[in-house]
């Protein structure tokens, strides 16, 4: 069950069905990312059709190491000029690949418990809302006049709308004239946004004041 089909002569059957898979496999791989993430459909179709051509290039150097070298030289020529991925376009990427790689080797049911395990656990932990807690942080920017005390201005408004509230950075703006306060926070179940925005615009002289997500600094893709 867990040996490859594959004998030392690839048979047409045996290309169909690896092939097949790949497709198949692939489109289901991108239909749960697509039902779980929002994403583009160039992405969907780049998760469907990569476990085609990853186990085709496998099937094609099968055994011969100076195609296998020729083919990795080829791969380290390419220069991705797309927009920055995310940590989950990464993974999704990986998991097509791998599963190229593998049906490329004639392991189809390795392949399968491949996905297999990859779904069910995804649900797993998205049922257990596992590492939801670093999802919910935001930043927090507040402008204050030079003339004005930040220190400790905000400190009851923070403990009111927010589980948790950090000061990460302080800097000055507009030749000097204007602070800007960043923390990082955590929003609590209630918060009205609006509320807050208001009630910290009343302390820091109505100047702009904006919460949002915090911008993700350590994309490498």
Do not use: W
Not at 107 to 126: E, H, N, P, T, V
Not at 134 to 161: A, C, H, N, Q, T
Not at 212 to 219: F, L, Q
């Amino acid at each position: 069950m867990l040996t490859s089909i594959l004998t030392e002569t690839i048979t047409f059957s045996s290309l169909l069905l690896i092939m097949g898979l790949a497709l198949v496999l692939g489109t289901l791989a991108a239909l749960f990312y697509i039902k779980t993430t929002p994403t583009s459909k160039s992405f969907a179709l780049t998760l469907c059709f990569l476990p085609l051509i990853t186990a085709t290039i496998i099937l094609v150097v099968n055994g011969n190491l100076g195609a296998g070298i020729a083919v990795a030289g080829s791969f380290s020529l390419i220069r991705f000029r797309s927009a920055q991925g995310t940590g989950h376009e990464i993974l999704a990427l990986f998991l097509a690949a791998a599963l190229g790689l593998t049906l490329g080797a004639g392991y189809i049911a390795i392949a399968c418990m491949l996905l297999i395990l990859y779904i069910l656990f995804s649900l797993l932990l998205r049922a257990v809302h596992f590492g939801e807690d670093e999802e919910r942080m935001r930043e927090l920017r507040i402008s204050v006049p030079e003339s004005l005390d930040y220190e400790g201005l905000f400190d009851d408004l923070l403990e009111k709308y927010f589980t948790f509230s950090r000061l990460d950075r302080v800097k000055t703006a507009e030749m000097g004239s204007i602070y800007q306060l960043t923390y990082t926070v955590r929003p609590s179940e209630t918060l009205s946004s609006r509320e807050c925005l208001d009630q910290i615009r009343t302390r820091n002289g109505n100047l702009p004041v904006t919460l949002g997500r915090i911008p993700d600094k350590n994309v490498t893709m």
